[in-house]
């Protein structure tokens, strides 16, 4: 069963920062969730929102300003909004990374990184997942490379979920747990896809998704599954 940090170890530090993410490391989870969206320049930058207001001292959307500009603010009056490239460098191949795509523009550039860290020594496929609620966004991934693991998000059609995974033959389902049931975990195993629902957070729930067998769990208290 892998422990998945969501967003980092998001219980416990701010969000999709170095913190948050270095917390998840600490904690020994398998893999960390992080979101990601590109700056005016071109850059892949880590955060849950299209726009700096909720986590950030300023305000606009991040596709607005260049990386320079985006690393003027600050989070919790202390962190910078990290760039997919730290991340991946903080990481260290100490756990897999889970980039899920919250726009399509993003999928070249993240393919294009994801492809570059492959041919450094020890990093390999298994240290990336690429997920999606936009399927056209995971589509794209599958064509420019198709040995990028994908992930195919859904909060709510698990079938149509199954059968898109099929056609581009996903690794693995990231389901809304809400969706989820002993038999539909199941089903889903059987047609060859890991189950990797989000977030499951109190420890009712993550009990109850255990008992499902599923691969593993992306949470914000990674050390309470
Ligand atoms: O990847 C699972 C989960 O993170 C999707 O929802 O809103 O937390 O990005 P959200
Ligand atoms: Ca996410």
Same mark, same amino acid.
């Given at each position: 069963?892998?422990?998945?940090?969501?967003?980092?170890?998001?219980?416990?530090?701010?969000?999709?920062?170095?913190?948050?993410?270095?917390?998840?490391?600490?904690?020994?989870?398998?893999?960390?969730?992080?979101?990601?969206?590109?700056?005016?320049?071109?850059?892949?930058?880590?955060?849950?929102?299209?726009?700096?207001?909720?986590?950030?001292?300023?305000?606009?959307?991040?596709?607005?300003?260049?990386?320079?500009?985006?690393?003027?603010?600050?989070?919790?009056?202390?962190?910078?909004?990290?760039?997919?490239?730290?991340?991946?460098?903080?990481?260290?191949?100490?756990?897999?990374?889970?980039?899920?795509?919250?726009?399509?523009?993003?999928?070249?550039?993240?393919?294009?990184?994801?492809? $570059?860290?492959?041919? &450094? =020594?020890?990093? !390999? @496929?298994?240290?990336?997942? /690429?997920? #999606?609620?936009?399927?056209?966004?995971?589509?794209?991934?599958?064509?420019?490379?198709?040995?990028?693991?994908?992930?195919?998000?859904?909060?709510?059609?698990?079938?149509?979920?199954?059968?898109?995974?099929?056609?581009?033959?996903?690794?693995?389902?990231?389901?809304?747990?809400?969706?989820?049931?002993?038999?539909?975990?199941?089903?889903?195993?059987?047609?060859?896809?890991?189950?990797?629902?989000?977030?499951?957070?109190? $420890?009712?729930?993550? &009990? =109850?998704?255990? !008992? @499902?067998?599923?691969?593993? /769990?992306? #949470?914000?208290?990674?050390?309470?599954?």
């Amino acid at each position: 069963m892998l422990k998945i940090a969501h967003r980092g170890a998001k219980g416990y530090e701010s969000e999709n920062t170095l913190k948050a993410f270095q917390k998840a490391l600490d904690l020994k989870a398998d893999g960390i969730e992080l979101d990601v969206h590109l700056s005016a320049d071109g850059h892949i930058i880590v955060m849950h929102d299209e726009t700096i207001d909720k986590m950030t001292n300023g305000k606009g959307a991040i596709n607005t300003f260049t990386l320079a500009e985006l690393k003027s603010f600050l989070i919790a009056n202390t962190h910078q909004i990290p760039t997919l490239n730290e991340v991946f460098e903080l990481v260290d191949t100490k756990c897999f990374i889970n980039v899920e795509l919250k726009n399509a523009d993003t999928s070249k550039n993240v393919v294009s990184l994801i492809e $570059e860290y492959i041919n &450094k =020594k020890d990093w !390999n @496929y298994d240290h990336f997942i /690429i997920s #999606s609620f936009d399927w056209n966004a995971l589509k794209e991934v599958h064509n420019l490379n198709p040995n990028i693991p994908i992930g195919v998000l859904t909060e709510e059609d698990l079938d149509a979920a199954l059968a898109f995974a099929e056609s581009i033959k996903a690794k693995a389902i990231h389901p809304d747990f809400q969706l989820l049931d002993k038999e539909k975990v199941q089903k889903i195993q059987e047609r060859g896809f890991l189950v990797f629902p989000w977030t499951v957070n109190s $420890e009712d729930d993550i &009990k =109850k998704v255990k !008992n @499902y067998k599923v691969d593993g /769990i992306i #949470s914000d208290f990674p050390d309470k599954i």
